[in-house]
C-alpha cells in the first residue's frame, strides 16, 4: 500500500532545541507540528491498514528544492511517525526487515511517497 505526505520531511535528529537550564534536548516546534500533521494525514489514509509482519519499507522523497538534505534523518522521521500514527508496530528488524529510501527534485512540489509491502524473504543469504 502507498501513502503520500505533502511537504518536506524534517529531520528530527538535527532539528533538536537544548535547554540551557536543564541541558535537556527536545524537538523543534517545527518537527513537532510535522509530525502531528503526518500522524493525522496517515490516519486519513490508513483506515483499517494495518502492516504485514514482517514489512519492507520503501521512502521516496520528493524535494521541491535543492538544498542539501542528510537522507538517513528523513528515513528516521518518517518511522518514527509510523510507528506513533500505529502504522508498524516498531521500526526494530523484527517488523521492518527491509528499508530502500529513495531522492527525487520536484521543484515546488515537496513531498513524501511511502510504499509498504510484505517482506518477502531472500533464502539463506
Known sequence: MTF????????????????????????????????D???FEMRKQIQDFQAPRPCSIVITFYHGDK???DSDNGVSSIMDMLKDAGVIVDDCWEYVRHTESWNEYDKGNAKCEIE??????????
Open 37 to 39: 500533521l503526518a500522524i
Open 67 to 69: 538544498r542539501r538534505r
Open 116 to 125: 509498504i509491502n510484505e517482506y518477502k524473504d531472500r533464502g539463506n543469504v
Open 4 to 35: 503520500i505526505l505533502q511537504g518536506e520531511t524534517p529531520s528530527k535528529k538535527n532539528s533538536r532545541i537544548m535547554n540551557t537550564k536543564t541541558k535537556r534536548s527536545f524537538p523543534n516546534p517545527r518537527y513537532t507540528q510535522w509530525h
